[in-house]
């Protein structure tokens, strides 16, 4: 029977309750002081923005553990108003990069294709229906392809993909200026063949390759809205750090202002300076010896 209930799934409390149930576990007033997670909720600066301890019961959010099964009130920038996990918001953001993907309702209504405008006989007819549309589930995604644009060359080979997109920062761009001028490696390739399928393609994009050394460099930011590089974008990162060392190489991730590592080798940095530039360059010492990457130096 206990191996039975210890398989239940948990059931997120309401704040006040979770909260009584934390001091009387840990026979504390407040068994989390404020700013304990401070550093876990730095890199999501759109939820802090949402959260309001008049709405939790006084509890700051940097009193919530990130894994906290625990239901919380948040208020968007719109003034909708939503109860959620930590763990469901800091997975909220998918595919969309627009501020209102942290709100449920803001992202409900700025999908149009889940509207459908009745014809007037329809509307008559239906008198049950209220307004003008109805929502509809979502249409099944079509079984995936792989694309066929990946030359035929050999797993672990760097070269120049049709397929890979345009840099979209300027600081990834300086970044790759500042390690040109300083490591006489092969430029323009954008792309490494790798074994199994990433989304959709043999084919891995870094933001920086240097097939000499086999090491991809990725510049990793929040983005404008707080939605890059955290959450399911995370997952992702992890995911293709996976495939492109199966591929034999090696990843180091710069990441900037609050973002954790992700890997051994990975940057955290406040910004971009000659400072972190050095440092990039002692990692990839580090990752292939300094005889080697020296024997690169300009």
């Not at 919380?72 to 003034?79: E, H, S, T, V």
């Not at 700025?110 to 008198?127: G, I, K, N």
């Not at 084919?203 to 983005?223: C, S």
């Amino acid at each position: 029977m206990s191996e039975v209930i210890a398989n239940l799934p948990r059931v997120a409390e309401r704040v006040q309750a979770w909260w009584a149930r934390r001091q009387w576990s840990k026979g504390l007033d407040v068994p989390y002081a404020v700013g304990t997670y401070r550093e876990a909720w730095a890199a999501y600066p759109a939820l802090i923005r949402q959260y309001h301890p008049d709405l939790n019961a006084g509890i700051a959010l940097s009193q919530v553990p990130p894994a906290a099964e625990v239901l919380l009130l948040w208020q968007c920038d719109a003034g909708h108003r939503f109860a959620a996990t930590p763990q469901e918001q800091r997975h909220r953001p998918g595919r969309e990069r627009r501020r209102s993907a942290w709100c449920p309702e803001c992202a409900e209504l700025a999908d149009p294709s889940r509207v459908v405008a009745l014809p007037m006989r329809e509307a008559v007819e239906a008198p049950a229906i209220t307004a003008n549309a109805v929502l509809r589930p979502r249409r099944p995604r079509p079984p995936s392809t792989l694309c066929r644009k990946t030359p035929p060359v050999a797993v672990g080979d760097a070269f120049v993909s049709v397929c890979a997109p345009k840099p979209a920062s300027a600081v990834e761009d300086r970044v790759r200026a500042d390690l040109r001028d300083r490591l006489a490696l092969a430029e323009g390739f954008n792309a490494v063949r790798v074994a199994r399928p990433f989304f959709d393609h043999l084919e891995v994009w870094p933001d920086i390759v240097f097939p000499e050394l086999r090491i991809a460099v990725e510049y990793d930011t929040i983005g404008r809205h707080g939605l890059e590089h955290v959450g399911r974008r995370e997952e992702a990162d992890r995911r293709k750090d996976r495939t492109l060392r199966s591929a034999g190489w090696e990843v180091v991730r710069v990441r900037v202002g609050r973002l954790e590592a992700l890997g051994p080798h990975d940057l955290q940095l406040s910004n971009w300076n000659t400072a972190g530039l050095a440092k990039l360059i002692d990692v990839l010492r580090g990752i292939r010896g300094p005889l080697v990457v020296d024997s690169y130096l300009r």
